[in-house]
């Protein structure tokens, strides 16, 4: 690895280390183009920020537990370099749902007031985390999160067919688009929300949309199959999000969570 390239991952992983969920809520996977033809170079990018916007995280091996590209022909590890960023680049040989599958290794932060923790899930839709920290009369500062990203991003390269489907990677948080949202003429996607493969009923899913330079945030919630259904009208580049808590007795460490995002994107419409 080039020196500055190490010097930069230094500087990111300090930066990273330094931020709580509350301070750059979402991890997503990336694309450059979520749409390439076939037999075109395929740039993929790793991002850590909020609202859709983030700095490049890079492939780092030591990092994820696992980095996949599922496609028609299955599931074969992404490929890369330490340091690289963007954090995977590969040639789109087949034709077909590419799907990009992140589980990454568990990182920890500390809170240094139990008001940021509980703003933070507030925001999640995990108020009643918060209530059952304040009635397990757990501390009230310096404890500590153990936190997991399993993100996913969906890429279609060239024509959609019978077989391009979203489906389950063995990310132990996962969302599944149940239609490949590329299919055309859809206005609602129907999304599934899996924690250790079996629905999660009535759980928050944000769901962020850059359409031109304005970034939207709205809410839905999964009903007690685990589903929801995602607006398409007026098309972007869609990250959605959602977020698993357990408690812990580790010490500090009192809490575990589980990120899952997935994103893709559609053509914009005025």
């Known amino acids: 690895m ?3 390239t190490l010097m930069i991952c230094i500087l990111m992983m300090v930066s990273a280390a330094s931020l709580t969920p509350a301070a750059a809520h979402e991890f997503w996977v990336a694309p450059q183009d979520y749409t390439p033809l076939q037999g075109n170079q395929v740039v993929v990018a790793l991002k850590n920020g909020q609202r859709m916007k983030g700095a490049d995280y890079p492939y780092l091996s030591d990092r994820f537990q696992s ?12 490929q890369g370099m330490d340091g690289d960023i963007p954090a995977l680049t590969f040639i789109a040989r ?26 933070y899930l507030d925001y999640e839709g995990l108020g009643n985390i918060a209530a ?19 993100a996913k991003g969906l890429i279609q390269v060239g024509p959609v067919g019978a077989k391009d489907r979203d489906r389950p990677t063995g990310l132990p948080f996962e969302l599944v ?4 949202p590329y299919v055309a003429g859809i206005n609602k996607l129907p999304v599934l929300l899996l924690w250790q493969g079996k629905p999660v009923a009535g759980r928050q899913i944000s769901v962020f949309r850059r359409n031109a330079a304005t970034v939207t945030r709205s809410i839905v919630f999964t009903d007690k199959a685990g589903r929801a259904e995602i607006p398409l009208t007026g098309g972007g580049t869609f990250l959605l999000n ?3 808590f357990e408690a812990l007795e580790d010490g500090r460490v009192l809490w575990q969570s589980h990120w899952a995002s997935l994103t893709f994107n559609l053509p914009s419409q005025n």
């Open 94 to 119: 087949q034709p077909g749902l590419h799907i990009i599958a992140y589980h990454s290794k568990s990182l920890r932060i500390t809170y240094v007031t139990f008001d940021e923790f509980a703003k």
């Open 242 to 244: 959602a977020v698993n």
């Open 132 to 150: 059952e920290h304040q009635k397990r009369g757990l501390p009230q500062s310096g404890f500590s999160e153990r936190y997991i990203r399993c």
């Open 67 to 78: 980095f996949t590209i599922t496609t028609r022909q299955g599931t074969r590890r992404a």
């Open 177 to 180: 688009a149940t239609v490949n």
């Open 2 to 4: 080039a020196k500055n």
